[in-house]
């Protein structure tokens, strides 16, 4: 059975529309392996807020806005792991209240 998708691109938007068809989606052993992969490599990366406290050279205790700004611009080129405590139903990360 030869692939359907072209690309990494096309892939996901062929899942994407399978999902949202609500339709179950049957994968070769080697979609399955590449897709694996991708997902093992994703989880290595760091988030914005780890790639911002490797940045500052103050060792700030909360992030301050420089180091933020420049993490956000290399994970937006690179991408970036989803935090723990990320909300899906709300599509942002939760934090737990200050003591």
């Keep these: 059975m030869s692939r359907v998708w072209r ?4 892939l996901a938007e062929l899942l994407i529309a399978r999902y949202n068809a609500g ?8 979609t399955a ?3 694996g992969l991708h997902l093992m490599t994703a989880s290595e990366k760091p988030t914005r ?3 911002a406290k490797l940045l500052c050279s103050h060792k700030c205790q909360d992030l301050c806005y420089h180091c933020q700004g420049t993490a956000n ?13 990320f909300d899906e139903v709300e599509g942002e990360a939760t934090h737990p209240p200050p003591p």
């Excluded at 690309?7 to 096309?10: A, V």
């Excluded at 611009?73 to 405590?85: M, Q, S």
């Design 7 to 10: 690309n990494e691109k096309e």
């Design 23 to 30: 339709r179950n989606v049957l994968l070769t052993p080697e």
């Design 33 to 35: 392996h590449f897709i």
């Design 49 to 51: 807020d780890e790639v």
């Design 73 to 85: 611009l290399i994970v937006r080129a690179y991408g970036e792991r989803v935090p723990p405590d």
